[in-house]
């Protein structure tokens, strides 16, 4: 016994399947924008919030306190541009603030003993490197898990630091050069804030553009895959931890150049922001991927939250529950919107 189709009903199911598939593809996509700028548009939230706010309004918008916060904000972001190339093919690296610290603490005394700033850029920059290539080498060659060297390292940085510094800011005649390119402003933005979109620039364009950053991008989707590909992986890996040690020197410097010398609780303050804000970049611009802007927009967020709550009269421990707590929420979002990409 045959069965008969009925052409009538067939056109109707082909039509709402059609329909649904349509629906579908609008919402990945609007799906996706969401995603992607969601984070950015809390940043406006909170930047209108504290602009309004009865207790911030009076101080917050103004000139010069936004271009403290602008200013005051490069250091941690340079330091998070450092801990976002390792973090890229999954590896972290918690000896970040503690090589901007060591480099800002050799530079102000090289500065203060009178020797040429040029010097003095390169052997932040310098230092930066070489606690890369200690962190580079315990990894790769060593087989050290790089929590555990990052770690270590930034332990035995902080006895060097106070063994230098006896636990006392380093502080004396910084040239006014060095102290006027920190403070000063430029078209009313600080100039160190071009300063961090060169380097922002940079790592982008290597993340983005060039065959090394495709294999960090490899690194840290599938290694094993990659390992297969015939990518160096120790070769890759190490490179990271030595460009950020570079960035994590020019850092330092620049911290130097900001405050007029050096902190040797620098590494303090600047270790779980830069992290973070590292973190938080996989929940921005581009949603499940480590990448540059949304880095920028996490630190600046970060920075408008502490900000505002200073202003507030929030006590200063308020600041470690921010810094923290964006910490944990940057690794959860950054682990479920990566297995969903993956997925």
């Known amino acids: 016994m045959s069965t008969l189709s009925n052409p009538q ?10 329909r649904a598939a349509r629906v579908r593809r609008l919402r990945k996509p609007l799906r996706g924008y969401l995603e992607a700028y969601a984070f950015p548009g809390l940043l406006v ?6 602009s309004v706010w009865p207790e911030t309004s009076a101080i917050f918008p103004t000139t ?3 271009q403290i916060l602008l200013g005051s904000s490069t250091v941690v972001a340079i330091t998070a541009l450092g801990s976002l190339i390792p973090l890229v093919c999954n590896e972290w690296d918690l000896s970040v603030g503690a090589s901007a ?4 603490v050799f530079a102000a005394i090289l500065l203060t003993d009178g020797k040429p700033a040029v010097l003095a850029v390169a052997l ?31 332990i035995i940085i902080a006895g060097i630091i106070t063994l230098k510094t ?14 006027e390119f920190g403070t000063s402003t430029w078209l009313g933005i600080p100039r160190t804030v071009f300063a961090l979109a060169i380097v922002a620039f940079i790592v982008y364009y290597l993340l983005e553009y060039t065959p090394y950053g495709r294999y960090l991008y490899a690194l840290g989707s599938n290694r094993s895959a990659a390992r297969l590909t015939g990518i160096p992986i120790k070769l890759i890996v190490g490179t990271t931890f030595v ?3 570079a960035l994590c020197g020019a850092a330092g410097m620049l911290q130097v150049a900001r405050s007029g010398g050096a902190n040797p609780h620098l590494a303090d303050s600047l270790l779980l922001p830069a992290l973070a804000a590292a973190f938080l970049s996989a929940a921005a611009i581009k949603p499940g991927r480590y990448n540059v802007g949304g880095a920028l927009v996490a630190v600046y967020f970060l920075a408008v939250l502490n900000n505002g709550l200073n202003l507030a009269g929030a006590p200063d421990y308020v600041s470690s529950f921010v810094n923290g ?11 479920r919107l990566g297995g969903r990409r993956e997925a």
């Open 64 to 66: 010069a306190n936004l």
């Open 243 to 245: 460009i950020a040690g």
């Open 45 to 50: 939230v909170a930047f209108i919030f504290f």
């Open 325 to 335: 707590g964006a910490l944990i929420v940057g690794v959860g979002v950054a682990a």
């Open 124 to 154: 932040a920059v310098g230092i930066g490197i070489a606690v890369g290539l200690v962190n580079a080498l315990l990894v790769t060659r060593m087989g050290v898990n790089a929590v555990i060297t990052t770690l270590g390292v930034s």
């Open 9 to 18: 009903a067939d056109e109707t199911t082909d039509l709402a399947s059609s």
């Open 166 to 179: 006896g636990g006392v800011t380093v502080a004396g005649s910084i040239p006014a050069g060095v102290t």
């Open 101 to 104: 610290a060591l480099s800002s």
